[in-house]
């Protein structure tokens, strides 16, 4: 069974941060005030197991630290993916996808309009995604993990 990955910034993962705020994913149209994301295709999401302990927060304060997400991104699978660990959203492609604006000439304080991430915190660890004309045949996606042509 292959794993559903987001289009947009490659994940996997589908276990919400300890933190996040509850939600109901059936209803439509709700938005993610961190990271723009929509009720309308995220129907796979799940809570965090367990309560958030506060005073766990020094030893695990964002995804970075989560022993799942570290185990995760350890699977050949994802590793093929070129899978890293993002603080906010788990496991994630460093990997833009096709249709991405370059980041090329965007200053450090700019703020994605699609993912709301900033440039400044993702300078040098994502990287514009390989071009598809020139794909070899059989080319395996990064992001998704897909075949760019048979």
Same mark, same amino acid.
Request: glycine share 4%; net charge negative.
């Given at each position: 069974m292959?794993?559903e990955?987001c289009p947009?910034?490659?994940?996997t993962n589908?276990v919400?941060p $300890?933190?996040h ?6 209803? $439509?149209g709700l938005v993610c005030?961190?990271?723009k994301a929509?009720?309308?295709h995220h ?7 367990g309560?958030f302990d506060?005073?766990a927060a020094?030893?695990h304060?964002?995804?970075d630290s +989560?022993?799942a997400l570290s185990?995760?991104?350890?699977r $050949?699978?994802?590793q093929?993916?070129d899978?890293?660990? +993002? ?10 996808? $096709?249709?991405h ?5 965007a200053?450090?304080?700019?703020? +994605?309009p699609v993912?709301?991430?900033?440039l400044?915190?993702?300078?040098n660890?994502?990287?514009?995604h390989p071009?598809l ?7 395996? +996606?990064p992001v ?6 048979t």
């Amino acid at each position: 069974m292959t794993a559903e990955v987001c289009p947009v910034v490659g994940t996997t993962n589908t276990v919400l941060p $300890p933190k996040h705020p509850d939600f109901d994913s059936n209803q $439509p149209g709700l938005v993610c005030p961190v990271t723009k994301a929509t009720t309308d295709h995220h129907h796979n999401l799940h809570k965090h197991p367990g309560l958030f302990d506060p005073s766990a927060a020094a030893e695990h304060p964002n995804a970075d630290s +989560c022993p799942a997400l570290s185990r995760i991104v350890s699977r $050949p699978d994802q590793q093929a993916m070129d899978e890293a660990i +993002c603080p906010v959203v788990g496991a994630v492609s460093s990997v833009l996808p $096709p249709n991405h604006p370059s980041t090329a000439t965007a200053n450090d304080g700019e703020v +994605c309009p699609v993912t709301n991430a900033t440039l400044a915190h993702h300078k040098n660890k994502v990287h514009p995604h390989p071009s598809l004309e020139t794909a070899p045949k059989g080319a395996v +996606c990064p992001v998704v993990g897909a075949s760019a042509r048979t």
